[in-house]
């Protein structure tokens, strides 16, 4: 009798073993773009606004080679997302109380990197200044900027 008890612990040790691996494990989301699924993940090195580092995710696309960087900027007015693929494309999302959408990059937030193998899609750009009236979390904002940014992005 007690061998089938050891074996009922093993393997429910073993079952929960498994499942905090899967659940730590971050999912890939569908960003319904070609760029294809997408996983977002804190990034490892921040972007520095004036010196101050500020929070920073990484979102890696399956079917676009560069990894796009997310830096978080809060101010008294509003959030700004600080959005940079590797190469030097850059672009700005900004929350505050009345929208969520796209902007001009802030030149006090800018590189300012002057060649970039990607350009700014303008009439996506048009349609992105509102993407959203309703307040969002934060994490919930970054998944609208992990599906949404792949249609600015144009190969130069």
């Known amino acids: 009798m007690k061998k089938p008890v050891r074996t009922v612990s093993s393997f429910t040790l ?3 073993l498994c499942a905090t691996l899967v ?3 971050p999912k890939l989301k569908e960003s ?3 760029f294809g699924k997408y996983q977002i993940k804190a ?3 921040t972007i520095s606004i004036d010196g101050v ?4 995710y990484t979102v890696f ?3 676009f080679e560069d990894p796009v960087h997310i830096g978080i900027l809060n101010t008294k007015k509003c959030k700004n997302f600080i959005v940079r693929t590797t190469d030097g494309f850059e672009v700005l999302y900004v929350c505050n109380k009345s929208y969520f959408g796209v902007d001009k990059m802030d030149k006090d937030f800018s590189l ?3 060649s970039s193998k990607y350009k700014l899609n303008r009439t996506e750009f048009l349609h992105q200044r509102v993407i959203t009236t309703n307040q969002k979390t934060e994490e919930q904002l970054l998944e609208l900027i992990a599906c949404y940014l792949p249609m600015l ?3 130069a």
């Open 153 to 155: 992005i144009e190969k």
């Open 43 to 45: 990034a490892q090195k």
């Open 23 to 25: 659940s730590a494990t």
């Open 53 to 56: 580092q500020v929070p920073t």
């Open 112 to 114: 300012h990197k002057t």
């Open 32 to 34: 319904n773009t070609e």
């Open 14 to 16: 073993l079952f929960l």
């Open 61 to 63: 696309y399956n079917n």
